[in-house]
């Protein structure tokens, strides 16, 4: 696959969260709705060293196909980390303090993506 729009970008990190386990993933659809990003995930993980693992792979697995966030939050403390991929924003909590912030009823209005499960090959190509 080769990642030519922000939907294709987002199902793509859908895939590679669920590859690693994240927990009830949420892919917000904020097109004209958000002015930062078109896309944001929400994803829960069991443990301060699951959201760090969550995060370190990402980075990893979107660096080999010459996709890099523009910037990466919160990964020291291992809470709620911030990875930044302009056109899609993943948010990976510790589940405790996802219910917290609720950012899911932030944007209650905004449609939700499928799974990304049912997108199909593998492979990206970073343009």
């Known amino acids: ?46 443990s301060a060293r699951h959201v760090q693992g969550l995060a370190e792979f990402l980075e990893a697995e979107t660096a080999r196909q010459g996709v890099y966030p523009l910037g990466i939050e919160g990964l020291t403390q291992g809470h709620w980390v911030v990875m930044d991929y302009g056109d899609a924003v993943v ?6 303090v996802r219910a917290v912030y609720d950012l899911e009823s932030l944007w209650a209005e905004a449609p939700r993506l499928e799974s990304g499960k049912s997108s199909g090959e593998e492979t990206v190509v970073g343009g």
Do not use: C, N, Q
């Not at 004209?32 to 995930?41: E, H, K, V, W």
């Open 1 to 46: 696959m080769i990642v030519r729009d922000s939907e294709a970008l987002a199902r793509w990190l859908a895939r590679l969260i669920e590859e690693k386990k994240g927990e009830d993933l949420v892919v917000l659809d904020v097109r004209g709705r958000s002015p930062y990003t078109d896309f944001i995930l929400i994803v829960s993980a069991r």
């Open 91 to 96: 948010h990976i909590f510790y589940e405790p």
